[in-house]
């Protein structure tokens, strides 16, 4: 199985001020295609998680273009250029190169 | 719009089984496969597998072979996780999720409420 591992486990980030979270899995994730199947979700308090950023840096339809993905092979990163309060939550990365199909542990963003 | 509406609570002794629903609407079902993830409590993530509504193939999770079966009915536009021979540890709240499958890749991009098991003697 892959295993995904991100940092930090806990983010407390003052508004406005911008953020950054490291995913990084024990094989690389882009295939020879140029595609990487590294995805971003978001679960915020008590609701169902909610897709961010798929193949990498592909900002799902309807997410704030303060959210970025990038990175390549076994290193990637989600950026929010400027936090807001409706940003708390949870974040994943998961990959999606080979079944099992497998998350991060997850980071919960706090507002300081 | 898109919408995923799960089936409620569920409450089961130690070696029950549950079957999870989720009605999907406002697309065509047969175009997306569905996924199936389950959140213990106050734990990440965890993929228990998936289904194609186009043609019912299915891949599990190698720790859920044996225990879980995973089924559609195209004509209610809906589909449905059984798992078998409950334990403690299955307490989670179990999630379907839309595939979107392109390039290779597939990402989930509309997700049920989630439905919470609890396995209780």
């Known amino acids: 199985d892959i295993v995904m591992t991100q940092s930090p486990l806990s983010l407390p980030v003052t508004p406005g001020e911008p953020a950054s979270i490291s995913c990084r899995s024990s094989?690389?994730?882009?295939?020879?295609?140029?595609?990487?199947?590294l995805d971003w979700y978001l679960q915020k308090p008590g609701q169902s998680p909610q897709l961010l950023i798929y193949l990498g840096s592909n900002r799902a339809s309807g997410v704030p273009d303060r959210f970025s993905g990038s990175g390549s092979g076994t290193d990637f990163t989600l950026k929010i250029s400027r936090v807001e309060a409706e940003d708390v939550g949870v974040y994943y990365c998961k990959q999606s190169l080979q079944t099992p199909i497998t998350f991060g542990q997850g980071t919960r963003l706090e507002i300081k | 719009q898109v919408q995923l509406v799960q089936s409620g609570a569920e409450v089961k002794k130690p070696g029950a089984s549950v079957k999870v629903s989720c009605k999907s609407s406002?697309?065509?079902?047969?175009?997306?496969?569905i996924n199936w993830v389950r959140q213990a409590p106050g734990q990440g993530l965890e993929w228990m597998g998936w289904?194609?509504?186009?043609?019912?193939?299915?891949d599990y999770a190698p720790k859920l072979q044996g225990r879980v079966t995973m089924t559609t009915d195209t004509s209610a536009n809906t589909a449905y996780m059984e798992l078998r021979s409950l334990r403690s540890d299955d307490t989670a709240v179990y999630y379907c999720?839309?595939?979107?499958?392109?390039?290779?890749?597939?990402?989930?991009?509309?997700w049920g409420q989630g439905t919470l098991v609890t396995v209780s003697s």
């Open positions: 999720a839309r595939e979107v499958d392109l390039l290779d890749g597939n990402w989930f991009d509309s």
């Open positions: 406002g697309y065509t079902f047969t175009s997306y496969g």
């Open positions: 289904i194609s509504t186009y043609n019912g193939n299915t």
């Open positions: 094989q690389s994730l882009q295939r020879s295609n140029g595609y990487k199947y």
